[in-house]
């Protein structure tokens, strides 16, 4: 099922009714058309450089520095319930996934990243940009893989947005984000953070032996200014408590700006 959000006093409206008449544009001919891009320029694709936050950092990856401590922090997840949705893993010994490592930190789409604990300094989880395509302004997060030590933390969120925040700077127009369609955590992540649900593609592909439908989630940059002060709002140290529990979700937050759930 999808649901239809309309708020009529979110900032976010404006926008939205911008997009509604743009969709009556006609050209000439009398056939409609969609919206002119002005002032839009084909964005560089990302670096292979760290982008620094205040609870994490993200560090192009590397095995020399990371895989000995992502190895350890995934091997707290004993039952490898990290590994079902990924086309790859769980590996049986350090020297396994430190080859995985060396093939995939060559990869310039995806572009891997480690994520750094900036409180232990410690690699804890894998995030990567892929689908990368300049020419259309369209670019995917994804091969996210976050150890125990790092998921349902301020941290995990903040690494998220660094990689959004770092792609609409660059000037793109089309942030992604797909996954398995029976991959529930990941799907209510991507509501979480903002993702609008775009509908499912059937027998996408194959991986591990086994069918996958692909969901589809997008952000576009019209909606990232009231994404990002969401973002802002939920990470700004004044939203937890001394024990550390938040005063406002971010979905709370990101409920508002969402075209679509799915």
Same mark, same amino acid.
């Given at each position: 099922?999808?649901?239809?959000?309309?708020?009529?006093?979110?900032?976010?409206?404006?926008?939205?009714?911008?997009?509604?008449?743009?969709?009556?544009?006609?050209?000439?001919?009398?056939?409609?058309?969609?919206?002119?891009?002005?002032?839009?320029?084909?964005?560089?694709?990302?670096?292979?450089?760290?982008?620094?936050?205040?609870?994490?950092?993200?560090?192009?990856?590397?095995?020399?520095?990371?895989?000995?401590?992502?190895?350890?922090? @995934?091997?707290?997840? !004993?039952?490898?319930?990290?590994?079902? %949705? $990924? +086309?790859?893993? #769980?590996?049986?010994?350090?020297? &396994?996934?430190?080859?995985?490592?060396?093939?995939?930190?060559?990869?310039?789409?995806?572009?891997?990243?480690?994520?750094?604990? @900036?409180?232990?300094? !410690?690699?804890?989880?894998?995030?990567? %940009? $892929? +689908?990368?395509? #300049?020419?259309?302004?369209?670019? &995917?997060?994804?091969?996210?893989?976050?150890?125990?030590?790092?998921?349902?933390?301020?941290?995990?969120?903040?690494?998220?947005?660094?990689?959004?925040?770092?792609?609409?700077?660059?000037?793109?127009?089309?942030?992604?984000?797909?996954?398995?369609?029976?991959? &529930?955590?990941?799907?209510?992540?991507?509501?979480?953070?903002?993702?609008?649900?775009?509908?499912?593609?059937?027998?996408?592909?194959?991986?591990?032996?086994?069918?996958?439908?692909?969901?589809?989630?997008?952000?576009?940059?019209?909606?990232?200014?009231?994404?990002?002060?969401?973002?802002?709002?939920?990470?700004?140290?004044?939203?937890?408590?001394?024990?550390?529990?938040?005063?406002?979700?971010?979905?709370?937050?990101?409920?508002?700006?969402?075209?679509?759930?799915?």
């Amino acid at each position: 099922m999808i649901v239809q959000w309309r708020r009529q006093d979110h900032p976010l409206n404006t926008t939205l009714i911008r997009l509604t008449q743009d969709m009556t544009r006609k050209n000439e001919l009398g056939q409609p058309i969609g919206f002119p891009i002005d002032g839009w320029t084909t964005p560089p694709r990302p670096d292979r450089q760290t982008i620094q936050g205040e609870r994490c950092s993200l560090e192009p990856l590397n095995s020399d520095s990371h895989a000995s401590e992502l190895y350890e922090a @995934n091997s707290v997840d !004993s039952e490898g319930r990290n590994w079902t %949705y $990924l +086309a790859y893993g #769980p590996f049986g010994t350090e020297d &396994e996934y430190r080859r995985w490592i060396d093939a995939s930190s060559a990869s310039a789409d995806p572009l891997f990243f480690a994520v750094i604990d @900036n409180e232990t300094g !410690s690699a804890v989880g894998v995030a990567s %940009y $892929l +689908a990368i395509h #300049p020419s259309s302004g369209s670019i &995917e997060v994804g091969h996210i893989n976050f150890s125990p030590r790092l998921q349902r933390t301020p941290a995990a969120t903040e690494a998220m947005y660094l990689m959004m925040e770092a792609a609409f700077a660059l000037g793109y127009r089309r942030y992604e984000w797909r996954c398995d369609a029976r991959n &529930e955590r990941s799907r209510m992540a991507a509501q979480r953070l903002g993702f609008s649900f775009e509908g499912i593609f059937r027998q996408a592909t194959v991986y591990k032996g086994r069918n996958r439908d692909t969901a589809w989630y997008s952000v576009v940059d019209l909606e990232w200014p009231a994404l990002q002060e969401a973002f802002k709002q939920w990470l700004d140290p004044a939203n937890f408590s001394a024990d550390g529990k938040q005063t406002l979700r971010l979905s709370e937050l990101t409920r508002p700006i969402l075209k679509s759930i799915g």
